[in-house]
């Protein structure tokens, strides 16, 4: 199968059936097709051809999913940018990404204008929901361009999709993912979501990110698609009741945000049947309540990252059973499941053997899903890739039967809101603020977010700063999720035997302190 017919079936099966939902427009297989085709042809006008890259700066939106439609007609690799990073970490991405092409949203426009003389390649701007001055119209273009099919020869092992994992500080990595590993991501996850042309899946989390391939999954089974571009929670409920929306995605962070407002039972929600969740563990208190107001809907949870996808699922039967009081709910609470279709997965120890259950090991992901490369970094994509093995850095223990429990990661990586969140990063940031001597960060539990960044601060002597000084100081040097939510001025922090900070100390007397132990 070539990538560009996961976009025709549902246009040869099912012409006139509504494939693509985003807000008030709705567009039937037959239409999606006829764009798909014109972009592909706007693309190839502009003179880009198989192996050449395509920026995004968009929000979830059928424009997003007809840029990689046309990426895949064209042979056109496409990279997307987070557009919630600072203008730095932007234009490090789009440097990494060389593209001659970029489609941005209207509200970003502004931004790329202010940063178009540090990207030298870049050559042809399209804009999103309106016309700027120096920027081509992308309805126009739509518009203009013919409707044909285009007849580009591809391979299998092109690259299709860049899905970069950071570029907020230092070099941005962008996760290579060809069309043949597209495919399997594509595939393996309509397998685990069951897809099938009856489904009505909304698109919540941003598709910048492996939200991707869920989004393309739904399409490669001619279900119905419907992208929230803005995260709201009554936008959320509305869109729910409206179209009749049975599976969706939701961070824990979210789907507490729809639980705890109270408008939601004002809302008819009983259509959901499956909610797919990751990037962080769902807290049993919010499954509980989740149970109460969505009694019709049943958790799937996703492990994984932008070089693998989702090799690692827990199915909803095997939820049931870790909350069930079986014999093997303990230790199946807190698991993230099994290799999926087309993936594998194994824990080993530091000498590359498989640990025995119960010990703690890293995780390591093989099988059709993992990325080639990371753009332009090979010494980078030598350091995780080893013998067809992906080295997630993520430490876990797993059981008898493969059920894989994540205990840590060695890199002290926050997820907030559904974010990732590098704490060196930010202390890189807080650092180079001219009052602040040492700065140490990590995570904190909270029912909200699922964590916060907490920063803890040792100051020059003599020098003197407030927890907002920090703040605006950040403000344009971070994304807002990576910014600090609690900032402390301690006189010292504790340091190991090597000098370094004992931030595993550090993080366990706040732990200590919300739990009262």
Not at 117 to 124: D, G, K, S, V, Y
Not at 431 to 452: C, M, N, R, T, Y
């Amino acid at each position: 199968m070539l990538l560009k017919e996961l976009y025709n079936r549902g246009p040869g099966l099912y012409p006139d059936k509504v494939g693509l939902i985003d807000g008030y427009r709705r567009f039937s297989y037959r239409e999606a097709g006829q764009r798909y085709n014109q972009l592909a042809n706007v693309l190839l006008n502009f003179g880009l051809r198989r192996g050449d890259r395509l920026g995004l700066l968009l929000k979830n939106s059928a424009e997003f999913i007809e840029a990689h439609a046309a990426g895949a007609k064209t042979g056109v690799a496409v990279g997307a940018v987070n557009y919630r990073l600072s203008l730095e970490g932007m234009a490090k991405i789009i440097q990494s990404l060389d593209c001659r092409v970029l489609i941005v949203d209207q509200e970003y426009a502004d931004r790329i204008h202010s940063i178009r003389a540090e990207l030298p390649t870049l050559e042809t701007c399209v804009v999103v929901g309106g016309a700027i001055e120096g920027m081509h119209e992308y309805e126009s273009l739509i518009r203009q361009s013919s409707p044909a099919e285009p007849r580009v020869d591809t391979r299998p092992h092109d690259r299709a999709a860049i899905v970069y994992t950071t570029g907020t500080t230092g070099p941005a990595k962008g996760a290579v993912a060809t069309r043949e590993v597209t495919l399997n991501r594509v595939y393996g996850c309509s397998i685990e979501l069951a897809f099938g042309p009856g489904d009505r899946y909304l698109q919540v989390l941003p598709m910048f990110h492996v939200g991707l391939h869920v989004a393309q999954s739904i399409l490669f089974r001619a279900g119905t698609l419907a992208v929230l571009r803005d995260w709201d929670v009554e936008t959320f409920c509305r869109t729910v009741q409206e179209h009749r929306i049975n599976k969706t995605n939701l961070a824990p962070a979210l789907l507490n945000f729809v639980l705890n407002w109270p408008g939601a039972r004002d809302f008819d929600l009983s259509s959901l049947e499956l909610m797919l969740y990751g990037a962080a563990p769902m807290p049993e208190a919010i499954i509980l309540k989740a149970k109460r107001l969505l009694p019709n809907c049943r958790l799937v949870q996703a492990y994984g990252s932008s070089e693998t996808f989702c090799p690692v699922w827990l199915q909803p039967d095997e939820h049931a059973r870790a909350l069930g009081g079986t014999v093997d709910s303990e230790q199946r609470r807190g698991s993230c499941g099994r290799a999926g279709a087309l993936a594998m997965a194994r824990v080993v120890n530091e000498q590359g053997d498989d640990v025995r259950p119960g010990e703690i090991g890293e995780v390591l992901i093989g099988g059709g899903t993992v990325m080639s490369e990371y753009l332009g970094q090979p010494e980078r994509t030598a350091a995780v890739l080893k013998d067809g093995w992906f080295h997630s850095n993520d430490l876990a223990t797993v059981d008898e039967q493969g059920y894989i429990s994540i205990v840590d990661r060695k890199n002290f990586m926050i997820i907030t809101g559904g974010e990732n969140v590098f704490p060196a990063q930010v202390e890189n940031v807080l650092a180079s603020h001219p009052s602040v001597a040492e700065a140490a960060v990590f995570g904190l539990p909270d029912d909200k977010w699922g964590e916060i960044v907490k920063a803890v601060l040792v100051l020059h002597p003599g020098h003197v700063a407030t927890a907002e000084d920090i703040v605006e100081f950040c403000r344009d040097k971070m994304a807002n999720y990576e910014k600090p939510k609690s900032i402390d001025f301690v006189a010292e922090l504790p340091h190991g035997a090597t000098g370094k900070t004992d931030k595993l100390t550090l993080r366990k007397r706040y732990l200590d302190a919300l739990t009262g132990s």
